[in-house]
């Protein structure tokens, strides 16, 4: 279901580079306001200039500082409008050993790719709630399923953030079946985080952006990688029952 009200306003974090830039792009072109937060304001200003068919609002922000994004929502919902939309996207790969970093930078890692997405939800959920309806879109990854070497703390807080998707449907769903969450994995992606081999992000943005404006309550709490939902995980007896009623639910596939 790709229904959505009009004046509409996402947030994107990590706006100023790679997918998030090419996420916000692809928001505008679809007419869907957007403020942009990054580390970065000429970076942000970039992606302004590229926007098209709906404003780009650069929002220079830490997302790892809770008050800092508490404060730029409260600015985004008196300057831009009500943000019903959120795709935390914001990520660091310092590609660096364990024993060489030290734990206060493999904190930092986790503050910035699971802590921005915590700051940045919460904040935004004042207004879903208020409104009763929004959806977040959490950028994961399969890091944490086989860690490679030097990715430590991404592999640790890319997994965790599939686990607060997870937690954040336990607590939502039966008193706000409207706010919908989902985990997207974009694949590897030829940005200055991925491979220069690994896909356009402006065709994961495509399909990002979908997934944001789909507000469909039978897609709470899926994952979904590249352009595919991925089943979830069933006892043996479930998938039994489902196979005998024939009542598995068909995976969706995004345009």
Known sequence: MYIWEQNAV??????GVGLGRALSVEFTRRGI???GLGRNLDDLRTTAAMAEGAPFSPMAVDVSDSRAVADAFSEIRSKVGAPTILVNNA??????????EGPEDF???VSINLGGA???THA???TMIQLGHGRIVNVGSFADLAPQPCAGAYSVSKG???TFSRALVADLADRFPNIIVTTWMPGILATRMGLPVGLDPAVAARWGVELALCNDRGINGATFE??????QARSLKRRIVERILRRQAPLMRLA
């Open 91 to 100: 990520a660091i790969h310092p590609r660096r050993d364990f024993i060489d």
């Open 118 to 120: 915590v700051n940045a």
């Open 10 to 15: 996402a947030v994107v974090t990590g706006a």
């Open 124 to 126: 935004a959920l004042r």
């Open 226 to 231: 590249r352009d595919c939902q991925m089943a």
């Open 33 to 35: 306001a957007v403020a």
């Open 107 to 109: 904190m930092a890692c």
């Open 160 to 162: 965790a953030l599939r």
